[in-house]
């Protein structure tokens, strides 16, 4: 309310009253004390308003700098683009996938759809019909006669535009020439990106969005003062499609999407301010073109990629095991269709879902007494074997005594009891600890000539978790909850001692939500679909959209944060920004060739300096404000912490999320966070060396008052500052350039000489 | 608060201060100009706004302005400072008026008995050993009878135990295990003496909510929840440290408020007092369990915040505000450490005879136990002498190895470093096979420095060994293992001794003897060195620690470095004590990364399910009770359940209180005045402090990998109790709002809360007789299992 006015008012009085002693910062001209907030220090201003603040020749000279940096970008991402004909680490998968669009089957992949996409379509334009699988990291292009240049070039493309919209965005946020021209310097001469984005990878294009979401953001919010125009509306939809497009490629989009929405909210907070005087109605106009330009419409461009994905992938392919039995139905040739329904008295396999095992019994019992001095019940032994055996086939049975529902189909509820065909014995679980697991009970048989007082203990409901509510072999999942404890038939991998003759243990799970206690009935003895089978029929079905997009999403999600299994060159966030570890994508033993992913070293490090300079000048300004005494002068704090505050928090939001992941990470997950470090590096240069801003930058609107024109002076020092840290980038660059292309290979001593850490464990060191 | 008085008051010199202070300061740091300030404060309207001053500051004028309107109110029935308490209107009638007169002394007192009743009634109703008793009991055993023992939990609430079983007369003989029948000790005392702990909870929440500026009614409210709670009140009357864990944070917090209180008038007695009380409260809460370091966060996160709202008053001399820093520093950081340091010098004072925790311990402190035979090895270690080998590393343990193979890398014989003493430990120096030395020639041959050995396991015969793979874990460095044996072993069996120090009066001869000499082993054929670094195995290796061949050559790490432990070799004359011993500071700090390296090894293990077990987000809306002994239809049951009124009251008026705060902000955004500045303050303060809180006591858990409890939820609990009262009193207590609809309000509140306890009732004194005939009625959520076991996890 009341506070910042009045701190304003004091700013002044402090700037007139003990200008002479503002030791830091007193070149700055003299009319910087603000102008906003009081009007008597206005009045002698020139009323004139300011279009750009930039000469003709000054735009000329920046259109130049872009356009050789451009030129540069695309050499460095060109360059021996055909090195190495073979297949590159996760080329394996993203080449791959392309292929299965072109091929028009249906896969599974945990990211979004759009990327992959782009590249099938561009191996589509280029005559690639999608023959070859990329299998095996090495595998030679020309001899399977792919067009992998062309597929390259999509990426490296993309990689290459990043570099102008990183100068762009920077010029657009208000930096000089030499600012900007230093960031865009350092992503083209970053080996990491370099690396990354010349392959038939996600990331290059991930990287593009992000930086059209960015330069689409800045340029929206300088035409603040005029909203509701048709320039205001267009870059706020150019916004809203970029991070829709960036979340589209990889779900780590969203943390653009976190970033973007940080700056939105605190802007409509600003607007809230009683003190702007919009009405409450004005006010939710602005809210409402927000939600529709950045959440309604993002919504609706992702959504649009999962469908034209479905639209593509119309046959039967490898991802169909990932999905559930009516969305594999929708597919065509998939094997569902080859279900048969299940009666009573039918003779069946039960194998489980996640370790494809068959539930099993033979004519052994379980020891009386295990190794730990727990006993047994003795019972016949129930197992899970892999194989097919006669052992495996089970008679389904209702539970009423008579028999009555011979013939009948189960249905979904039923109450069923399984009798082990080869031995005549029911299927039972009772309150017994099972051979290894304490907390779960044993599973066991009870012969069919004893008499019936274990009634009780061996029916089972059957309870079907997809694939309508009839039992169908191959279509049903279910499971089996034992009656009167209330467990679940249950196994998991792990091999029973020689006793059991190491098959699987099968016991009863107290923990019936479980994902695992899922079986199916793959097979009914002497019947097969062509001979009898005339409920079901052979047609694709058909789903909707909506239904099919939400079983995909939530299974990416959950497979995501499944992919925990250790991977030799996985790493640490906190080991990212330092570098303490890289990637090797691909080597060649004959040529002694090696491609290896790390980031420039040099840059990498003062990047990082750079992000504690933030910290630590941000942290003192803070201190300093807190005791009435303001270093900074107003402009220039002002650009410190919507600019260059803005891109540290990109950097925040695209890093520090990745602490909470529990999945294997790498070193290039801290690409797009890297970039925004280069953008951060530049300013914080700027902030050292050149002095005040060139301001104002944002449209003039109707209300806008007269501003003054403000120019930054750049020393020559920071000519020289700048061109010195380009020149120790540029020669780190090209130090590591021979892993980065794999282009050519360092002898022995060349590699040890580019160890810098212990832990960069090139393959051919020795 | 810094208001112009307190200012004056703080500097006798009266107005000539600013005028000074406000020159020097200028021509230090170009401050504002104090001439300026001056004529500000002489001509302009004493409330009116003074731009030069910090916006906070402002505010507090603001306040002051508004302070003789919130009193007019009148509802702030007692003390609040800043302005004297509304005058209260006695009745005539004499029993009324003395009630009135000393209501400040007569409701709490009247609760506390109440309190006394629930907690110490039939507390002799189980007369067997209930649930965590097995634990607690036995550690308080020990103390009575002096033997050395290991637990992951500080040792204050089990001396307080032992304290109640020594004044109850009991000899430290019975083994407390869990259903075990109580023999003839008075367990009834022990329990009442725990149970106290749990009762004072009532009063302090009661004087707690004063401080946080609630009526009275919500005083008594605040109080009444933690005394009808069925979960505080069942976890209270047992031998556990959770009533006093409960009672100790209750306390810090307490402390916290009434330090706060104090504010206005620094370095006063009282300011003291409480500031000194806080930090014995701190230290008192972390010695009992480590989880009250979430309260001590709690403090600190306070202390920060106020040391920066004095780092922004100006007019604060810089001395004044370096004295605030030190008088923290020492109270808060220095008087706490010291409580904590305390309890584990009483704990060693007390601990003299070894005992079953002696190998968490180093050989040297061992060695000073009584009872501990490790003097009489014989005290040169020689070629086929028999050992146990000690890590010297903080919380290192034995040398160890099983039959039970690595699961993955080689799949040899699992080789760890492990915390008990059995068999397995043991470890046979054995020549290796290149150098021909006979190892039965007469004497036996003492190692020396530079020594080549093979260390063979006694119990499998497999030699220690380490090649080119990576170690399960820590996959940097290499794996090692049990292979091999007398007749097949390599080159990778061998280990050459590197001697790093001799801590003996016997001359530095590079001998190694056993107790005193450290050493490292270094891998002949690889050159690294055998490393064991307080890393967890998963399951498969029994959460014992990691033991790696380190590359790193890091030879100066104690993880790297090991001692002769125990020693047997029949050639060799026994030893006679030559002892260094160990240092206090060295033993405190071993035992504490011991503690710490057990807790991290306390986590879930994915192939059991622990039925006792649950996950934190079932905890604020009740998802889950503990069965607390076993479920026989003769057992008195005991089932640890919250009252669920209680509970979905705290954890509903957590969202309550976010969403009236966003409420209010955004309105104060749009210049509208709900509630005055004072109000306002007041409001935030009070409910970050107790969100705060709960946010502090609650979080932790879901991210720590460790096994969680629902006792775990306690301490956060009571926070979101005090918020549940808070938050009603902030709503009845507006100026809309009629005294009628207010006393409703109450009513039906105390009511609630009162009935449902009576309703819960058997489950915390116990369920006599099959609990499905009973306790039917009482299944509110379907995951509790008071009389079906077999009922599925649910979250939330």
């Given at each position: 309310m009341l506070e910042d006015t009045l701190r304003v008012q004091t700013i002044y009085i402090v700037a007139t009253a003990s200008e002479s002693t503002l030791r830091q910062r007193s070149t700055f001209p003299k009319h910087t004390p603000p102008t906003d907030s009081n009007a008597s220090a206005t009045e002698d201003a020139p009323k004139k308003v300011i279009k750009s603040v930039f000469t003709s020749a000054e735009k000329t000279n920046s259109l130049i700098a872009l356009a050789g940096l451009t030129a540069l970008a695309i050499i460095s991402r060109f360059y021996k683009i055909n090195e190495p004909d073979e297949v590159v680490f996760d080329e394996v998968h993203f080449g791959k996938f392309a292929s299965y669009y072109l091929r028009g089957s249906y896969f599974f992949d945990v990211h979004p759809p759009l990327a992959k996409m782009m590249l099938a379509a561009m191996g589509y334009f280029i005559g690639y019909d999608g023959h070859f699988l990329f299998d095996n990291i090495g595998d030679k292009y020309n001899d399977n006669n792919v067009p992998y240049i062309g597929l390259r070039a999509l990426p490296a493309f993309l990689g290459a535009m990043t570099v102008p919209l990183v100068y762009m965005t920077m010029r657009e946020a208000g930096f000089p020439i030499l600012t900007c021209a230093l960031a865009a310097f350092f992503v083209i001469f970053d080996n990491m990106l370099v690396t990354q984005t010349r392959l038939i990878l996600l990331d290059s294009m991930l990287v593009f969005f992000m930086m059209c979401s960015i330069y689409s953001y800045v340029r929206f919010y300088k035409t603040r003062n005029n909203p509701f125009t048709l320039k205001w509306w267009s870059w706020m939809i150019a916004t809203g499609v970029s991070i829709a497009l960036t979340t589209s490629v990889k779900m780590v989009g969203l943390f653009t999407v976190a970033t973007i929405g940080v700056a939105v909210i605190w802007d409509l907070w600003e607007l809230l301010d009683i003190r702007r005087r919009l009405t409450m109605q004005q006010f939710m106009n602005h809210f409402y073109a927000r939600a529709i330009g950045l959440i309604l419409i993002p919504v609706v461009v992702y959504l649009f990629w999962f469908y034209v994905h479905f639209a593509i992938l119309t046959n039967s392919g490898p991802g169909d095991d990932f999905m559930s039995t009516e969305f594999q139905e929708t597919l065509k040739g998939n094997t569902m269709a080859d279900g048969i329904f299940v009666k009573y008295g039918d003779n069946i396999t039960i194998r489980h879902k996640d370790t494809s095992v068959y539930l099993h019994s033979h004519e052994h019992n379980y020891p009386l007494r295990y190794d730990d001095g727990r006993i047994s019940s003795a019972g016949q032994q129930v197992t899970g074997y892999s194989h097919e055996d006669p052992n495996n086939l089970w008679q389904i049975y209702s539970d009423n005594v008579e028999n009555t529902k011979i013939g009948k189909q189960v249905k979904d509820k039923d109450v069923i009891r399984l009798l082990h065909v080869a031995t005549s014995s029911w299927l039972l679980a009772h309150d017994v600890a099972s051979p290894t697991m304490t907390t779960n009970e044993e599973i066991t048989t009870y012969s069919i000539n004893e008499d019936g007082s274990r009634f009780n203990e061996t029916t089972f409901q059957i309870i079907l978790e997809s694939g309508g509510d009839k039992l169908r072999t191959m279509a049903s999942n279910f499971k089996l909850l034992h009656q009167s404890t209330k467990v679940a038939i249950w196994t998991h991998a792990h091999k029973l001692p020689d006793w059991g003759f190491e098959q699987q243990e099968i016991n009863g799970n107290k923990n019936l939500v479980q994902k695992s206690n899922l079986w199916l009935s793959d097979n009914i003895e002497g019947k097969n679909a062509s001979e009898i089978d005339q409920e079901s029929s052979k047609a694709v079905k058909t789903r909707s959209f909506i239904l099919k997009f939400l079983e995909l999403q939530g299974k990416m999600i959950s497979h995501n944060a499944g992919l925990t299994d250790s991977h030799p060159y996985q790493s640490s966030p906190i080991e990212w920004p330092f570098l303490v570890k890289g990637i090797s994508f691909w080597t060649e033993n004959e040529t002694r060739k090696q491609i290896y992913l790390v980031g420039n070293p040099l840059g990498m490090w003062i990047a990082v300096a750079s992000l504690a300079v933030i910290i630590g000048v941000s942290g003192a300004d803070l201190l300093s404000r807190r005791r009435g005494f303001y270093p900074l002068n107003q402009d220039v704090q002002k650009r410190f912490y919507y600019a260059t505050g803005f891109f540290f928090i990109g950097w925040i939001f695209h890093y520090i999320p990745f602490f909470l992941m529990g999945r294997a990470l790498f070193l290039h997950h801290y690409m797009p966070a890297l970039v925004f470090s280069y953008m951060v590096l530049a300013a914080v240069h700027g902030f050292i060396f050149i002095e005040g801003v060139d301001g104002p930058i944002s449209d003039a609107g109707p209300e806008t008052r007269p501003r003054q024109l403000q120019r930054a002076v750049v020393p020559v020092i920071a000519y020289a500052s700048g061109i010195i840290l380009m020149a120790i980038h540029l020669g780190s660059f090209l130090f590591f350039a021979p892993l980065s292309y794999g282009t050519s290979a360092p002898s022995v001593a060349g590699l040890a000489r580019r160890k810098f850490l212990p832990q960069w464990d090139y393959h051919f060191a020795k | 608060m810094y208001t112009s008085e307190n200012i004056k008051r703080r500097n006798p010199v009266g107005s000539s201060f600013s005028r000074d202070q406000g020159h020097q300061q200028q021509q230090d740091d170009h401050h504002y100009n104090s001439q300026n300030e001056n004529q500000n404060r002489a001509s302009?309207?004493?409330?009116?706004?003074?731009?030069?001053?910090?916006a906070f500051q402002q505010q507090q004028q603001h306040q002051q302005q508004h302070q003789s309107s919130v009193a007019a109110y009148g509802y702030r029935d007692h003390y609040q400072f800043g302005y004297a308490p509304p005058r209260k209107e006695y009745s005539a009638n004499k029993y009324i008026r003395f009630y009135q007169e000393n209501d400040y002394i007569l409701i709490p007192t009247l609760l506390t008995l109440v309190s006394f009743w629930t907690r110490f009634?039939?507390?002799?109703?189980?007369?067997y050993v209930v649930w965590d008793e097995a634990h607690f009991g036995k550690f308080g055993s020990f103390y009575i009878k002096g033997d050395f023992y290991f637990d992951v939990h500080p040792p204050l609430g089990k001396m307080l135990v032992g304290l109640s079983g020594a004044l109850a007369g009991y000899d430290g003989t019975f083994g407390f295990d869990s259903g075990a029948k109580y023999p003839d000790i008075n367990y009834g005392f022990m329990r009442i003496f725990n149970a106290f702990f749990g009762a004072i909870m009532v009063p302090l929440a009661y004087w707690t909510s004063q401080e946080l500026r609630m009526s009275q009614a919500a005083c008594i409210f605040a109080a009444v929840l933690v005394l009808f709670d069925n979960a505080y009140l069942t976890i209270s009357r047992f031998i556990l440290l959770d009533s006093m864990l409960l009672a100790a944070t209750c306390f810090v917090f307490f402390c916290l408020t009434r330090f706060r209180n104090e504010r206005h008038d620094p370095f006063s007695l009282d300011w003291w007092l409480w500031l000194a009380m806080t930090g014995v409260a701190i230290g008192l809460v972390s010695s009992i369990k480590w989880v009250g370091l979430f309260v001590t966060a709690l403090v600190g996160l306070n202390t920060i915040e106020e040391l920066w709202d004095l780092f922004g008053d100006l007019s604060l001399p810089k001395t004044t505000y370096v004295k605030h820093w030190v008088a923290r520093a020492a109270c808060l950081i220095a008087l706490p450490f010291s409580v904590y340091v305390a309890s584990f010098a009483l704990h060693f004072a007390i601990l003299r005879n070894s005992g079953p925790g002696d190998a968490q311990m180093s050989s040297l402190f061992q060695a000073g136990l009584n009872g501990n035979d490790f003097r009489n090895n014989p005290l040169y270690v020689a070629y086929g002498s028999k050992v146990t080998i000690k890590n010297t590393g903080y919380g290192g343990g034995l040398l160890h190895s099983h039959v039970q193979t690595f699961p993955e890398g080689s799949g040899q014989q699992q080789v760890t470093c492990y915390h008990h003493k059995d068999n397995n430990n043991n470890w046979v120096i054995k020549n290796v096979k290149s150098e021909e030395v006979p190892e039965d020639a007469g004497s036996p041959r003492i190692l020396r420095n530079g020594n080549l050995i093979r260390l063979g396991h006694e119990q499998t015969n497999r030699s220690l060994h380490s090649h080119r793979i990576k170690a399960p874990v820590t996959s940097a460095q290499w794996e090692v293992s049990g292979y091999g044996d007398d007749t097949t072993n390599d080159a990778n069996d061998e280990w050459v001794i590197e001697v790093v120090d001799e801590n003996s009066h016997h001359p530095k001869d590079g001998q190694l003897r056993s107790l005193s000499t450290t050493f490292r082993l270094r891998h002949r054929v690889l050159g690294c060195l055998l490393t064991a670094e307080n890393v967890n195995l998963p399951q498969w290796g029994f959460r014992q620690i990691e033991v790696t061949c380190d590359t790193r050559n890091r030879t100066n790490s104690p993880h790297s470095i090991w001692n002769i432990e125990q020693h047997w070799n029949d050639n060799l004359p026994a030893g006679e004590g030559n002892l260094y011993k160990s240092k206090f500071w060295k033993d405190f700090w071993h035992l504490n990364v011991a503690m710490m390296t057990s807790n991290n090894a306390l986590i879930p293990d994915p192939d059991k399910e622990d039925v006792l077990a649950s996950n934190p987000s079932q905890w604020p809306l009740l998802a889950v009770g503990l069965r607390m002994c076993g479920w026989g239809d003769d057992a008195v049951k005991f089932y640890l359940l919250g009252n669920p009124i209680v509970w979905w009251g705290g954890t509903l008026s957590l969202g309550v209180f976010a969403l009236t705060v966003c409420y209010y902000i955004v309105r104060r955004q749009r210049k509208f005045q709900d509630v005055t500045p004072m109000e306002w303050d007041q409001f935030l303060s009070a409910g970050k402090l107790l969100v705060g809180g709960w946010f502090l006591h609650y979080i932790p858990f879901c991210i720590m990998g460790r096994v969680t409890y629902l006792h775990h939820y306690f301490p956060a609990l009571y926070f979101s109790l005090l918020l549940f009262s808070f938050v009603i009193d902030h709503f009845v207590n507006r100026p809309g709002v009629s005294r009628k609809v207010r006393n409703v309000v109450w009513a039906v509140a105390f009511t609630a809360v009162t009935f449902t306890f009576l309703f819960f009732w058997d489950v915390s004194y116990g369920i006599r007789g099959p609990a499905a005939e009973t306790m039917t009625s009482r299944q509110w959520r379907g995951a509790w299992n008071i009389i079906d076991d077999h009922k599925p996890n649910t979250f939330i």
């Amino acid at each position: 309310m009341l506070e910042d006015t009045l701190r304003v008012q004091t700013i002044y009085i402090v700037a007139t009253a003990s200008e002479s002693t503002l030791r830091q910062r007193s070149t700055f001209p003299k009319h910087t004390p603000p102008t906003d907030s009081n009007a008597s220090a206005t009045e002698d201003a020139p009323k004139k308003v300011i279009k750009s603040v930039f000469t003709s020749a000054e735009k000329t000279n920046s259109l130049i700098a872009l356009a050789g940096l451009t030129a540069l970008a695309i050499i460095s991402r060109f360059y021996k683009i055909n090195e190495p004909d073979e297949v590159v680490f996760d080329e394996v998968h993203f080449g791959k996938f392309a292929s299965y669009y072109l091929r028009g089957s249906y896969f599974f992949d945990v990211h979004p759809p759009l990327a992959k996409m782009m590249l099938a379509a561009m191996g589509y334009f280029i005559g690639y019909d999608g023959h070859f699988l990329f299998d095996n990291i090495g595998d030679k292009y020309n001899d399977n006669n792919v067009p992998y240049i062309g597929l390259r070039a999509l990426p490296a493309f993309l990689g290459a535009m990043t570099v102008p919209l990183v100068y762009m965005t920077m010029r657009e946020a208000g930096f000089p020439i030499l600012t900007c021209a230093l960031a865009a310097f350092f992503v083209i001469f970053d080996n990491m990106l370099v690396t990354q984005t010349r392959l038939i990878l996600l990331d290059s294009m991930l990287v593009f969005f992000m930086m059209c979401s960015i330069y689409s953001y800045v340029r929206f919010y300088k035409t603040r003062n005029n909203p509701f125009t048709l320039k205001w509306w267009s870059w706020m939809i150019a916004t809203g499609v970029s991070i829709a497009l960036t979340t589209s490629v990889k779900m780590v989009g969203l943390f653009t999407v976190a970033t973007i929405g940080v700056a939105v909210i605190w802007d409509l907070w600003e607007l809230l301010d009683i003190r702007r005087r919009l009405t409450m109605q004005q006010f939710m106009n602005h809210f409402y073109a927000r939600a529709i330009g950045l959440i309604l419409i993002p919504v609706v461009v992702y959504l649009f990629w999962f469908y034209v994905h479905f639209a593509i992938l119309t046959n039967s392919g490898p991802g169909d095991d990932f999905m559930s039995t009516e969305f594999q139905e929708t597919l065509k040739g998939n094997t569902m269709a080859d279900g048969i329904f299940v009666k009573y008295g039918d003779n069946i396999t039960i194998r489980h879902k996640d370790t494809s095992v068959y539930l099993h019994s033979h004519e052994h019992n379980y020891p009386l007494r295990y190794d730990d001095g727990r006993i047994s019940s003795a019972g016949q032994q129930v197992t899970g074997y892999s194989h097919e055996d006669p052992n495996n086939l089970w008679q389904i049975y209702s539970d009423n005594v008579e028999n009555t529902k011979i013939g009948k189909q189960v249905k979904d509820k039923d109450v069923i009891r399984l009798l082990h065909v080869a031995t005549s014995s029911w299927l039972l679980a009772h309150d017994v600890a099972s051979p290894t697991m304490t907390t779960n009970e044993e599973i066991t048989t009870y012969s069919i000539n004893e008499d019936g007082s274990r009634f009780n203990e061996t029916t089972f409901q059957i309870i079907l978790e997809s694939g309508g509510d009839k039992l169908r072999t191959m279509a049903s999942n279910f499971k089996l909850l034992h009656q009167s404890t209330k467990v679940a038939i249950w196994t998991h991998a792990h091999k029973l001692p020689d006793w059991g003759f190491e098959q699987q243990e099968i016991n009863g799970n107290k923990n019936l939500v479980q994902k695992s206690n899922l079986w199916l009935s793959d097979n009914i003895e002497g019947k097969n679909a062509s001979e009898i089978d005339q409920e079901s029929s052979k047609a694709v079905k058909t789903r909707s959209f909506i239904l099919k997009f939400l079983e995909l999403q939530g299974k990416m999600i959950s497979h995501n944060a499944g992919l925990t299994d250790s991977h030799p060159y996985q790493s640490s966030p906190i080991e990212w920004p330092f570098l303490v570890k890289g990637i090797s994508f691909w080597t060649e033993n004959e040529t002694r060739k090696q491609i290896y992913l790390v980031g420039n070293p040099l840059g990498m490090w003062i990047a990082v300096a750079s992000l504690a300079v933030i910290i630590g000048v941000s942290g003192a300004d803070l201190l300093s404000r807190r005791r009435g005494f303001y270093p900074l002068n107003q402009d220039v704090q002002k650009r410190f912490y919507y600019a260059t505050g803005f891109f540290f928090i990109g950097w925040i939001f695209h890093y520090i999320p990745f602490f909470l992941m529990g999945r294997a990470l790498f070193l290039h997950h801290y690409m797009p966070a890297l970039v925004f470090s280069y953008m951060v590096l530049a300013a914080v240069h700027g902030f050292i060396f050149i002095e005040g801003v060139d301001g104002p930058i944002s449209d003039a609107g109707p209300e806008t008052r007269p501003r003054q024109l403000q120019r930054a002076v750049v020393p020559v020092i920071a000519y020289a500052s700048g061109i010195i840290l380009m020149a120790i980038h540029l020669g780190s660059f090209l130090f590591f350039a021979p892993l980065s292309y794999g282009t050519s290979a360092p002898s022995v001593a060349g590699l040890a000489r580019r160890k810098f850490l212990p832990q960069w464990d090139y393959h051919f060191a020795k | 608060m810094y208001t112009s008085e307190n200012i004056k008051r703080r500097n006798p010199v009266g107005s000539s201060f600013s005028r000074d202070q406000g020159h020097q300061q200028q021509q230090d740091d170009h401050h504002y100009n104090s001439q300026n300030e001056n004529q500000n404060r002489a001509s302009a309207d004493p409330y009116g706004p003074n731009p030069l001053k910090p916006a906070f500051q402002q505010q507090q004028q603001h306040q002051q302005q508004h302070q003789s309107s919130v009193a007019a109110y009148g509802y702030r029935d007692h003390y609040q400072f800043g302005y004297a308490p509304p005058r209260k209107e006695y009745s005539a009638n004499k029993y009324i008026r003395f009630y009135q007169e000393n209501d400040y002394i007569l409701i709490p007192t009247l609760l506390t008995l109440v309190s006394f009743w629930t907690r110490f009634r039939d507390i002799k109703s189980s007369d067997y050993v209930v649930w965590d008793e097995a634990h607690f009991g036995k550690f308080g055993s020990f103390y009575i009878k002096g033997d050395f023992y290991f637990d992951v939990h500080p040792p204050l609430g089990k001396m307080l135990v032992g304290l109640s079983g020594a004044l109850a007369g009991y000899d430290g003989t019975f083994g407390f295990d869990s259903g075990a029948k109580y023999p003839d000790i008075n367990y009834g005392f022990m329990r009442i003496f725990n149970a106290f702990f749990g009762a004072i909870m009532v009063p302090l929440a009661y004087w707690t909510s004063q401080e946080l500026r609630m009526s009275q009614a919500a005083c008594i409210f605040a109080a009444v929840l933690v005394l009808f709670d069925n979960a505080y009140l069942t976890i209270s009357r047992f031998i556990l440290l959770d009533s006093m864990l409960l009672a100790a944070t209750c306390f810090v917090f307490f402390c916290l408020t009434r330090f706060r209180n104090e504010r206005h008038d620094p370095f006063s007695l009282d300011w003291w007092l409480w500031l000194a009380m806080t930090g014995v409260a701190i230290g008192l809460v972390s010695s009992i369990k480590w989880v009250g370091l979430f309260v001590t966060a709690l403090v600190g996160l306070n202390t920060i915040e106020e040391l920066w709202d004095l780092f922004g008053d100006l007019s604060l001399p810089k001395t004044t505000y370096v004295k605030h820093w030190v008088a923290r520093a020492a109270c808060l950081i220095a008087l706490p450490f010291s409580v904590y340091v305390a309890s584990f010098a009483l704990h060693f004072a007390i601990l003299r005879n070894s005992g079953p925790g002696d190998a968490q311990m180093s050989s040297l402190f061992q060695a000073g136990l009584n009872g501990n035979d490790f003097r009489n090895n014989p005290l040169y270690v020689a070629y086929g002498s028999k050992v146990t080998i000690k890590n010297t590393g903080y919380g290192g343990g034995l040398l160890h190895s099983h039959v039970q193979t690595f699961p993955e890398g080689s799949g040899q014989q699992q080789v760890t470093c492990y915390h008990h003493k059995d068999n397995n430990n043991n470890w046979v120096i054995k020549n290796v096979k290149s150098e021909e030395v006979p190892e039965d020639a007469g004497s036996p041959r003492i190692l020396r420095n530079g020594n080549l050995i093979r260390l063979g396991h006694e119990q499998t015969n497999r030699s220690l060994h380490s090649h080119r793979i990576k170690a399960p874990v820590t996959s940097a460095q290499w794996e090692v293992s049990g292979y091999g044996d007398d007749t097949t072993n390599d080159a990778n069996d061998e280990w050459v001794i590197e001697v790093v120090d001799e801590n003996s009066h016997h001359p530095k001869d590079g001998q190694l003897r056993s107790l005193s000499t450290t050493f490292r082993l270094r891998h002949r054929v690889l050159g690294c060195l055998l490393t064991a670094e307080n890393v967890n195995l998963p399951q498969w290796g029994f959460r014992q620690i990691e033991v790696t061949c380190d590359t790193r050559n890091r030879t100066n790490s104690p993880h790297s470095i090991w001692n002769i432990e125990q020693h047997w070799n029949d050639n060799l004359p026994a030893g006679e004590g030559n002892l260094y011993k160990s240092k206090f500071w060295k033993d405190f700090w071993h035992l504490n990364v011991a503690m710490m390296t057990s807790n991290n090894a306390l986590i879930p293990d994915p192939d059991k399910e622990d039925v006792l077990a649950s996950n934190p987000s079932q905890w604020p809306l009740l998802a889950v009770g503990l069965r607390m002994c076993g479920w026989g239809d003769d057992a008195v049951k005991f089932y640890l359940l919250g009252n669920p009124i209680v509970w979905w009251g705290g954890t509903l008026s957590l969202g309550v209180f976010a969403l009236t705060v966003c409420y209010y902000i955004v309105r104060r955004q749009r210049k509208f005045q709900d509630v005055t500045p004072m109000e306002w303050d007041q409001f935030l303060s009070a409910g970050k402090l107790l969100v705060g809180g709960w946010f502090l006591h609650y979080i932790p858990f879901c991210i720590m990998g460790r096994v969680t409890y629902l006792h775990h939820y306690f301490p956060a609990l009571y926070f979101s109790l005090l918020l549940f009262s808070f938050v009603i009193d902030h709503f009845v207590n507006r100026p809309g709002v009629s005294r009628k609809v207010r006393n409703v309000v109450w009513a039906v509140a105390f009511t609630a809360v009162t009935f449902t306890f009576l309703f819960f009732w058997d489950v915390s004194y116990g369920i006599r007789g099959p609990a499905a005939e009973t306790m039917t009625s009482r299944q509110w959520r379907g995951a509790w299992n008071i009389i079906d076991d077999h009922k599925p996890n649910t979250f939330i």
